[in-house]
């Protein structure tokens, strides 16, 4: 049984930080590209940022230069450093895992989902 596990998420001021974590169980993570999207209310999910299995990255334009996604084989374990949080980035956030090689950006790509985290940054 597949699961993706997210943790981190939680209330923060404009201009803060936050680390989310996803951890992976049921698959061959090392195997896997894994995302990150967000939806906040009233808005459709949106792509935040990918990494490859092989270690390649892209992220959204909205948070580049801020976001870091990176990831850790060892412990199945996907990981977006959160800088210079504004309010905009309030969302629910969602990591994904599929097969398809390379960077994947289209969220039906992606073949297993978490449950969600929620972000609220205040002004």
């Known amino acids: 049984q597949v699961q993706l596990v997210e943790s981190g998420g939680g209330l923060v001021q404009s201009g803060g930080s936050l680390r989310l974590s996803c951890a992976a169980s049921?698959?061959?993570?090392?195997?896997?590209?894994m995302g990150w999207y967000r939806q906040a209310p009233g808005k459709q999910r949106e792509f935040v940022a990918t990494?490859?299995?092989?270690?390649?990255?892209n992220y959204a334009d909205s948070v580049k230069g801020r976001f870091t996604i990176s990831r850790d084989n060892a412990k199945n374990t996907v990981y977006l450093q959160m800088n210079s949080l504004k309010p905009e980035d309030t969302a629910v956030y969602y990591c994904?895992?599929?097969?398809?090689?390379?960077?994947?950006?289209?969220?039906?790509?992606?073949?297993?989902w978490g449950q969600g985290t929620q972000v609220t940054v205040s002004s």
């Open positions: 994904a895992a599929t097969l398809k090689l390379g960077v994947r950006t289209t969220g039906n790509e992606y073949n297993y």
């Open positions: 049921g698959i061959i993570f090392r195997f896997y590209a």
């Open positions: 990494i490859s299995s092989g270690g390649s990255t």
